[in-house]
């Protein structure tokens, strides 16, 4: 026998449910509830024995083989459509009821007022045309919330901080369209971040899209050109899909930010697929506010980063930018102490694709990374003449069209003194793929503490006045048809002209552990104090080309077939270095020495080496001073000295035939 003692208060009260309810079918649901529950109640605090009956025993129910199915097939249900009307409205809500929207709500244009603790749950309906003024402590689903809606009064909660953005709710027009068709594309979006940001929205999530967006564009500044493009706030991470396609409306303008991060902290931008509009552009000429040329037209940026910290790009999709993909820099010159600057920024698992300019530039920035990024096909096409010579701007690409250009404004004063308008430090390239693009894979210009490692490139990779070195280590680099006359990896190839002297800054850079293969030089070795160690050089005309002073080389294998000008190591105006332990095997000459050690101070170190020469050509010194040779093997080869002294060469070294 059982007994329930249930005071009527402790029963929901109905008229919470009522202003729940939408449907015939959730009414007779009340009933059914409203009934059960009247049975099982008391009044008041008195007990009520209530005896219940005797359950009845159904008798079994034998089974027929006529219709077998019918047995399992389900109760029929109504599926509820939400274009339905409600047949209830938001002004019946009392503070703290929860009411299910799996109807639409009309507001016909006017003003409501929820009162507090209420909470709106999605169910595939819709609340349009007019505007909610939410009290306080109240909460909504963001699914909700749309083009047509607007919120007012105290700015209610999200019940999650994620907010899925769906095109069609709030008005974006998808394909090709005019441009103020774009560009209203362009404020509602912009609108609706600028909303999920002010309710406290962590993640904005945008899944099937195609659109095209626009810009009011302007001469501006760097946040000028960031309040008319796509801009992200602080504490917010956009994140897309594969089947989210952002397109920039085909234009005239030079400059612009088609998304921006601009002196934020705490942004990821994942997924998606950004599209630039390089093939479409007008490339007409244009003078700026000033009235200087700005014909080139290549200054636009897919996603740029200026002045902000910590932020994550990662696994999304640029391509066909007028300018460069992706943009690293700062809000202002470092000149100005106010000046933000980026930290901590990483792009990781990202593709960079057919970039006019530069898939990457890094102009200002500390502790960057990319990581496991595609970057191909930057800069590729020549732009033709005129019949003066002139150039004719079109898509095809334009200086520098490197595939990471890493070029912080550097200049100096009357004294030779450098002055950082803009500094890279610290930046770490790893595991990325660089393939097709123009004039070279990778250019330190003159960033400071630069590592390039773990990746492949069929190009060339290099550093020009890199005050602290930058590392090259445990890269694949292997030319393609295109690029077997360039230098593999290149060190201090910029000569800066101070007070009328031509001066070497790029000092300490190493390459270590690197596969390289068919280019017309592995390592063009420049600036002070490099070293190059442990490297594989296959299939050249020079493995290793040196023009520096107190370098390291050593530990590296060399080998080619290539009969023309075919030399292990090649040397010129070189002061001092050691080279031990090296592997050489070439057709002619392992060595090629020519005016080094002019001093006569600096001492050559050789040791330990294996030169093989395959057609028994000399290792030749012209004009060179203090050399000591030990302990090294010389294959069909011999030593060939001209106008050289102090050359020692003692019985350690062994000769074969």
């Known amino acids: 026998m059982h007994f329930t003692f249930v005071k009527f208060e402790d029963i929901t009260p109905i008229k919470i449910?009522?202003?729940?309810?939408?449907?015939?079918?959730?009414?007779?649901?009340?009933?059914?509830?409203?009934?059960?529950?009247?049975?099982?109640?008391?009044?008041?605090?008195?007990?009520?024995?209530?005896?219940?009956?005797?359950?009845?025993?159904?008798?079994?129910?034998?089974?027929?083989?006529?219709?077998?199915?019918?047995?399992?097939?389900?109760?029929?249900?109504?599926?509820?459509?939400?274009?339905?009307?409600?047949?209830?409205?938001?002004?019946?809500?009392?503070?703290?009821?929860?009411?299910?929207?799996?109807?639409?709500?009309?507001?016909?244009?006017?003003?409501?007022?929820?009162?507090?603790?209420?909470?709106?749950?999605?169910?595939?309906g819709f609340i349009t045309n007019g505007t909610v003024n939410f009290a306080g402590n109240t909460t909504i689903d963001s699914e909700l919330l749309n083009n047509t809606f607007t919120i007012g009064g105290v700015s209610p909660s999200l019940k999650d901080a994620t907010f899925r953005f769906d095109p069609e709710r709030w008005g974006i027009v998808e394909g090709e369209v005019e441009d103020n068709i774009a560009l209203e594309n362009r404020n509602i979006l912009q609108r609706t971040i600028d909303m999920a940001e002010e309710l406290g929205v962590e993640i904005f999530e945008i899944d099937e899209i195609d659109a095209f967006f626009h810009q009011e564009y302007i001469w501006t500044d760097a946040e000028g050109y960031n309040d008319i493009g796509i801009h992200l706030p602080s504490n917010f991470h956009l994140r897309m899909t594969d089947d989210t396609f952002l397109r920039l409306q085909p234009n005239f303008w030079p400059r612009g930010y088609f998304l921006s991060v601009y002196n934020k902290v705490n942004v990821t931008i994942s997924g998606g697929n950004l599209i630039g509009d390089r093939y479409e552009h007008d490339y007409s000429p244009i003078n700026d506010e000033l009235g200087l040329p700005r014909n080139t037209h290549e200054w636009p940026g897919i996603i740029v980063i200026s002045g902000s910290e910590n932020i994550l790009v990662e696994n999304t999709y640029m391509s066909a930018s007028t300018g460069d993909a992706l943009i690293l820099g700062a809000s202002g010159h470092r000149t100005n102490p106010n000046t933000r600057f980026n930290r901590n920024v990483i792009a990781r698992g990202c593709t960079m694709n057919e970039s006019r300019r530069n898939n990457i530039s890094i102009t200002d920035g500390e502790d960057l990374t990319i990581e496991g990024c595609f970057i191909t096909d930057a800069g590729l096409g020549d732009n033709p003449v005129d019949a003066n010579n002139n150039t004719i701007i079109t898509s095809a690409g334009i200086a520098p069209k490197v595939g990471i250009d890493i070029e912080p404004f550097r200049g100096g004063d009357d004294n030779g003194n450098i002055i950082?308008?803009?500094?890279?430090?610290?930046?770490?390239?790893?595991?990325?793929?660089?393939?097709?693009?123009?004039?070279?894979?990778?250019?330190?210009?003159?960033?400071?503490?630069?590592?390039?490692?773990?990746?492949?490139?069929?190009?060339?990779?290099?550093?020009?006045?890199?005050?602290?070195?930058?590392?090259?280590?445990?890269?694949?680099?292997?030319?393609?048809?295109?690029?077997?006359?360039?230098?593999?990896?290149?060190?201090?190839?910029?000569?800066?002209?101070?007070?009328?002297?031509?001066?070497?800054?790029?000092?300490?850079?190493?390459?270590?552990?690197?596969?390289?293969?068919?280019?017309?030089?592995?390592?063009?070795?420049?600036?002070?104090?490099?070293?190059?160690?442990?490297?594989?050089?296959?299939?050249?005309?020079?493995?290793?080309?040196?023009?520096?002073?107190?370098?390291?080389?050593?530990?590296?294998?060399?080998?080619?077939?290539?009969?023309?000008?075919?030399?292990?190591?090649?040397?010129?105006?070189?002061?001092?270095?050691?080279?031990?332990?090296?592997?050489?095997?070439?057709?002619?000459?392992?060595?090629?020495?020519?005016?080094?050690?002019?001093?006569?101070?600096?001492?050559?170190?050789?040791?330990?080496?294996?030169?093989?020469?395959?057609?028994?050509?000399?290792?030749?010194?012209?004009?060179?001073?203090?050399?000591?040779?030990?302990?090294?093997?010389?294959?069909?080869?011999?030593?060939?000295?001209?106008?050289?002294?102090?050359i020692d060469l003692d019985s350690t070294n062994t000769f074969t035939e």
Do not use: W
């Open 17 to 124: 449910i009522m202003n729940k309810l939408k449907t015939r079918k959730h009414l007779f649901m009340l009933s059914v509830i409203f009934f059960l529950s009247l049975s099982i109640t008391s009044c008041n605090q008195d007990e009520v024995f209530i005896e219940p009956e005797p359950e009845a025993v159904a008798p079994p129910i034998e089974e027929t083989s006529d219709s077998p199915e019918d047995a399992d097939e389900p109760e029929s249900t109504t599926v509820e459509d939400p274009s339905t009307p409600c047949v209830f409205t938001l002004e019946q809500l009392e503070p703290n009821d929860v009411v299910i929207i799996d109807c639409t709500i009309d507001l016909e244009g006017e003003t409501v007022n929820i009162p507090s603790g209420v909470t709106v749950v999605y169910e595939g």
């Open 420 to 646: 950082d308008f803009e500094k890279v430090e610290r930046v770490n390239i790893t595991g990325c793929t660089f393939t097709g693009n123009n004039v070279s894979s990778f250019i330190n210009f003159s960033g400071t503490d630069v590592t390039f490692q773990n990746n492949f490139s069929d190009h060339s990779v290099g550093a020009s006045f890199d005050l602290g070195g930058t590392r090259f280590l445990n890269n694949r680099l292997v030319a393609n048809e295109r690029n077997r006359s360039n230098n593999g990896i290149n060190f201090g190839t910029f000569i800066l002209r101070i007070n009328g002297t031509d001066t070497q800054l790029s000092s300490g850079s190493q390459a270590i552990g690197n596969m390289i293969s068919g280019f017309v030089r592995g390592i063009r070795v420049m600036g002070t104090n490099p070293t190059v160690s442990n490297n594989v050089i296959e299939d050249f005309n020079v493995g290793i080309q040196v023009d520096s002073d107190d370098v390291i080389c050593e530990n590296n294998q060399m080998d080619t077939n290539r009969f023309v000008a075919a030399h292990g190591i090649a040397f010129s105006n070189l002061s001092g270095g050691v080279f031990r332990n090296n592997s050489i095997t070439v057709p002619r000459s392992g060595l090629f020495f020519t005016n080094l050690n002019q001093d006569r101070n600096s001492q050559i170190v050789i040791e330990r080496n294996t030169f093989t020469s395959r057609e028994n050509f000399p290792l030749i010194f012209r004009n060179v001073n203090n050399v000591s040779f030990s302990n090294n093997t010389f294959n069909r080869t011999r030593l060939e000295q001209t106008s050289s002294q102090n």
